[in-house]
């Protein structure tokens, strides 16, 4: 049974730029959250997406958006790359439906801005 | 209101002893507590969680204390072990499910 798997693993981007993460669910999950974590600091919560919506969203600029397709993949993209957007970025699947099931995070994509 | 303090910044124990990290909170309507466990190069794993309805969940070596009218949590890990050594993270959400609220932090060094 895959868990959250995350794509690419790496990038480097200029200032500028835009960018697009992808990030397949684990298996029977219906929710998509995305995280972005700066070195030595803990996640931050950015945005959720549920039923291919934006269901909570975090202190994040517009120029951070996102989708969710019907097979519950998601995308992250990120427009006008600003140096400090250079982190880990996380994505964790969960189930809301049911009893619900807790987030279980990927491994990320590390993302580099020059 | 949001935030998950969290103390220590680092921490070293030696083999066999136990380790305790700590997090406190603001808003009471947080109701679910995680705590997270992160390796270089990999993302957080959920080690163990615990509702405000309960003051202490075991989970092998790992058992979470919770004090509800402080406001408080703390992660004890039992015999540590060298491969106990990573950043542990709690965090606190509304409702199951919700986006999680992180603390900073806590890098664990077990040494042998």
């Known amino acids: 049974d895959a868990g959250v798997t995350q794509s690419p693993t790496h990038l480097i981007k200029t200032r500028g730029q835009q960018v697009t993460l992808r990030c397949s669910p684990k298996?029977?999950?219906?929710?998509v959250s995305w995280y972005q974590q700066a070195l030595g600091q803990g996640p931050q919560f950015i945005f959720q997406y549920y039923e291919e919506e934006e269901r909570q969203r975090g202190n994040f600029p517009d120029r951070f958006s996102g989708h969710q397709f019907p097979n519950y993949s998601s995308e992250l993209n990120v427009n006008a790359l600003l140096l400090g957007d250079s982190a880990l970025y996380l994505c964790?699947?969960?189930?809301?439906?049911?009893?619900?099931?807790?987030?279980?995070f990927g491994d990320g994509t590390r993302l580099s801005i020059l | 209101q949001q935030q998950v303090k969290q103390s220590p910044q680092s921490l070293i124990v030696q083999k066999g002893g136990i380790s305790i990290i700590n997090c406190a909170y603001e808003n009471t309507a947080f109701d679910y507590f995680p705590w997270y466990q992160q390796f270089p190069g990999k993302g957080p794993a959920l080690l163990i969680a615990?509702?405000?309805?309960?003051s202490e969940k075991k989970e092998g070596r790992f058992t979470i204390s919770f004090n509800k009218s402080a406001k408080q949590f703390s992660l004890h890990i039992m015999d540590s072990q060298p491969g106990d050594s990573a950043t542990y993270f709690c965090?606190?959400?509304?409702?199951?499910?919700?986006?999680?609220?992180f603390g900073a932090g806590t890098i664990l060094r077990v040494k042998s």
């Open positions: 298996s029977g999950h219906d929710t």
């Open positions: 965090a606190a959400s509304m409702e199951y499910g919700n986006k999680l609220v």
């Open positions: 964790a699947s969960s189930l809301l439906g049911g009893n619900g099931e807790p987030q279980h």
């Open positions: 615990i509702r405000p309805d309960v």
